[in-house]
């Protein structure tokens, strides 16, 4: 936690040792299973109420969403590693211990962080095995492991096809591993982070300052002690007054590629020449996590991210603070549209640019004179 809030907050009633899962509502199940088939996740379950989907780790789902009469985030799932810290949590908050469903397994509290956004905390849940896939051998410039064989991608040149119209598709789509990482647009940022740390034990890696010079966010991850854990679990985008609509609602959440950089191409092409889904930023490396990343917007206008190679850090790793420019910037990679983290029908999303102003005009450029 940042020093301002150090004096503020009680002792975590829990450390969640990761994030599994996401959870909606949604109107079209059958277009939102049809997207995630092209993102490269694996259907688990696939009912005209519901949808499952797992990636090739062992988490027994990572996106799940059942059928209703509007699009609506409901819930990221987390895991504790003990009993204890599930009855705690639903002590402090006033909530009974359930079942998990029939994929999920184990037990979980149900809760909600100051904005209303769904949390779900669960403990003994069900594992899969996981689906083993070759990850390529790469050559730099320095270390070259790969001898006397060609380097190929799926099918090499035969992902590519002609379709009925004369278009180049391109077949293969990405291999997703797990869930990283969610984002959230809040009211208060200090309150969220403060609430995470004391709910689910989530430290700060960054600290996200305002051009005022205040906490406005911050990327803040698990406490797993000695072992490392992602750079974030958890991305919380204080936003000002005038964005209301927008408060307690998703930004995006981020997925992991089994085979690095080959699979967030092949990913990246998949979508692109499928001519269906609206990209929304990429491709480019972050500065705060270091992560490669290309971000696309799903059949309700959701924006999941493919990921790969980011940071890790242990518990012991302090906090640092940083302008609010450097979630731009990045290292490279184009400037993000206003509307990145804004959930949106995609129908919507041009309307939604060109009527507010670009973040390269109001944090880089700065105001106008």
Not at 325 to 335: A, E, F, M, S
Request: net charge negative; charged share 25%; aromatic share 10%.
């Amino acid at each position: 936690m940042s020093d301002e809030m150090s004096n503020e907050i009680k002792q975590p009633l829990a450390k969640v040792s990761d994030i599994i899962f996401i959870r909606f509502q949604l109107r079209d199940i059958e277009a939102q299973a049809e997207y995630l088939d092209d993102f490269g996740m694996i259907a688990v379950e696939k009912t005209d109420t519901a949808i499952f989907y797992r990636g090739t780790g062992s988490d027994a789902y990572i996106y799940a969403a059942e059928k209703g009469e509007s699009d609506a985030f409901l819930a990221a799932g987390y895991e504790v590693d003990t009993l204890e810290e599930l009855q705690a949590l639903a002590t402090a908050a006033g909530v009974e211990i359930e079942a998990g469903d029939a994929h999920m397994g184990g037990q979980m509290v149900r809760l909600k962080d100051p904005d209303g956004l769904g949390v779900e905390v669960y403990h003994g849940v069900n594992k899969s095995a996981s689906i083993d896939e070759n990850v390529p051998v790469l050559n730099s410039g320095k270390q070259k492991n790969r001898l006397n064989e060609t380097q190929r991608f799926g099918s090499g040149a035969d992902e590519w096809d002609l379709d009925e119209a004369g278009n180049m598709k391109y077949a293969l789509p990405s291999s997703v591993m797990r869930l990283g990482h969610t984002a959230i647009n809040v009211k208060d940022g200090p309150c969220s982070i403060k609430w995470y740390y004391e709910m689910l034990g989530m430290i700060v890696s960054d600290n996200i300052i305002t051009p005022e010079g205040d906490v406005g966010g911050a990327f803040i991850r698990c406490d797993n002690g000695d072992m490392p854990s992602d750079h974030h679990t958890l991305n919380v985008v204080g936003l000002p007054p005038e964005a209301e609509p927008f408060h307690g609602t998703f930004g995006h959440a981020g997925f992991e590629m089994e085979k690095s950089l080959d699979d967030l191409m092949a990913g990246h092409f998949h979508m692109k020449t499928s001519g269906k889904y609206v990209h929304e930023w990429g491709i480019g490396r972050h500065l705060l996590g270091s992560q490669l990343y290309d971000y696309w917007r799903d059949s309700a206008g959701f924006i999941l991210e493919h990921w790969t190679d980011g940071d890790l850090l242990t518990a012991d790793k302090p906090p640092q603070n940083v302008p609010f420019i450097d979630v731009i910037k990045g290292q490279y990679g184009p400037i993000p549209h206003s509307s990145f983290n804004m959930s949106l029908p995609s129908e919507a999303v041009e309307e939604f640019r060109q009527a507010v102003p670009g973040l390269v005009d109001m944090f880089i450029k700065g105001p106008s004179s």
